[in-house]
């Protein structure tokens, strides 16, 4: 009988301590980094927020939702249509946080945090969109640099204005991607491809006018080599006339120059024994000599 009573009071006693664990539990709560905890009881909001850390004594009847207060990125596309009435797809970043410290706020107010997002952030961030689109001229100005940084500013401006009263602090908006009509698209490459078209056919034709530049000043060249040689070939034809002009003078003004040179042929002649000489008129004082090269054979 006694074992039997000490076995139910280590029961007992097990099961108390077990209670006042599960009840000593309840009176604490652990927040994660970067979270913020919003307490409710009987379905009414606790007006404080929980920041980061361990709380010590809490309600044990609380019961929790956890914010995420960290930097976050929502991932957006809109199609947004400008002056000339085309639809250009943007796809933008915007960075923001929870504010903590309205989380309470926000949770009595919209819900959890991806409720307040999906109902306060995207539809006032497609809104800008259309709004600053409707400033843009044409589709294809999407692309210009000062576009694009005017647009983020606005983008930014507008929904911290929007956003910040209900609890959410954007810190930027960043344009990610631009897609523009297709057939915008196709104008572009096929401008583009007519362009290259007319830098190859500029250079064809630079290539076409270095070659001739070359051909003419090769036959510039030739031209003044060929100008040279016929000034080369005057002056020597010249030289050969007057030489020539100046034997006929000596020979008209000095009629022994004839008798000279035919004596010097006569040498010439001498030194072939087979050569024969005839003269005609001997009894002239300057016979002229006919030469015989050899009997025939």
């Given at each position: ?56 004594p809490v309600n044990p009847l609380y ?209 072939d024994p087979a050569s024969k000489i005839y003269f005609m008129d001997g ?15």
């Amino acid at each position: 009988m006694a074992g039997s009573s000490a076995q139910k009071n280590f029961v007992f006693i097990i099961i108390g301590v077990g209670l006042l664990l599960l009840i000593g539990m309840n009176f604490y709560k652990t927040i994660p980094p970067g979270r913020v905890g919003v307490a409710t009881i009987f379905g009414n909001v606790v007006p404080e927020g929980y920041s980061q850390g361990i709380h010590i004594p809490v309600n044990p009847l609380y019961r929790w939702t956890m914010f995420d207060a960290r930097e976050r990125t929502h991932l957006e596309s809109a199609s947004v249509p400008s002056q000339d009435q085309l639809q250009t797809k943007l796809d933008v970043s915007v960075q923001y946080r929870i504010n903590g410290t309205m989380a309470p706020i926000i949770l009595e107010q919209t819900g959890d945090a991806e409720t307040a997002v999906r109902v306060h952030l995207i539809p006032k961030l497609r809104s800008l969109l259309r709004e600053q689109g409707k400033s843009i001229k044409r589709a294809e100005d999407f692309f210009k640099e000062e576009t694009q940084e005017t647009l983020q500013i606005a983008l930014t401006e507008g929904l911290k204005e929007y956003l910040l009263p209900k609890g959410i602090d954007v810190s930027a908006v960043l344009i990610r991607d631009i897609s523009l009509p297709p057939f915008i698209v196709e104008a572009i490459e096929k401008k583009k491809e007519r362009e290259q078209a007319v830098e190859q056919e500029r250079a064809e034709l630079e290539r076409v006018r270095t070659e001739l530049q070359q051909h003419v000043a090769r036959a510039a060249a030739g031209r003044e080599a060929a100008e040279e040689e016929a000034a080369r070939k005057r002056i020597l034809a010249d030289a050969q006339a007057y030489e020539i002009t100046q034997i006929n003078k000596a020979t008209a003004q000095n009629p022994a120059y004839i008798q000279l040179q035919s004596l010097e042929a006569l040498k010439a002649i001498s030194k072939d024994p087979a050569s024969k000489i005839y003269f005609m008129d001997g009894s002239s004082p300057s016979p002229l000599p006919l030469m015989h090269l050899g009997d025939k054979q």
